[in-house]
């Protein structure tokens, strides 16, 4: 559950004092895309008056505060109400939440939202933009991620069970890596880990880059090969 709080000092103030293990979501009026902050709810930045702001520091004016028990529902909240994001895009330094940050994720899904914008447009008008644009590289933004300590073990053991053979759709790997003349295959979690899925043999496959990409976009996923 959580709790939105705009021009509502004496609420919001009471909130933090009842729940300080809880999170805080820092949001402009409206919210801004580019800055949801996550702080602790015990932060001084988001939880002590300071006279120069004036009488509605914290949830009035610029700001207004979403507030949770867990931060999950905070994520789904912007996902919900914030076009184009899929999660808070900054972790506050000075209280650092212990709440998993994607920044790049954030970036990928904006970037898949204006490509299929653009690809419902009209090609001749696509086109034309294409040929106004001047040759230029791509900007370069520095992103805070998450990277999971996955167990090598289950990776080498999903790989040894699948012996070269895609486990979704039974095919033999597309090549052969030169690295080590392995077959070259994919694993996936069948239940994500930022989902909380387990990282064991049991939870993943060992999929060809195809039916990987299937898992992660297709409408349905493909029935396992794994042998019972």
Known sequence: MTYHFRDDEPGY?????????????NLG???????????RSTCGDISKPKSVRGPLQFTGGAYTKLCSLNHEAITNWVKENVPGQVSFNRLCQR???????????????????????????DGDARRTRLAAKKIRKPDVRYVMTIVFDRDPDVVAEVLARAC??????GALAPFIKKRNGEPYLEVHHIVPLVEHGDDMPENALALCPNCHRQRHYGKKPWISKIPL
């Open 13 to 25: 103030l009471r909130w933090l004092a009842l729940n300080p293990n809880a999170y805080v979501l």
């Open 29 to 39: 009026v409206p919210p801004n895309p580019r800055y949801l902050m996550l702080h």
């Open 95 to 121: 209280c650092e939440p212990d709440a998993p940050c994607d920044e790049a994720a954030v970036i990928r899904d904006d970037f898949e939202k204006r490509t299929r914008k653009v690809m419902s447009d």
């Open 164 to 169: 070269g053979k895609c486990e979704g759709c």
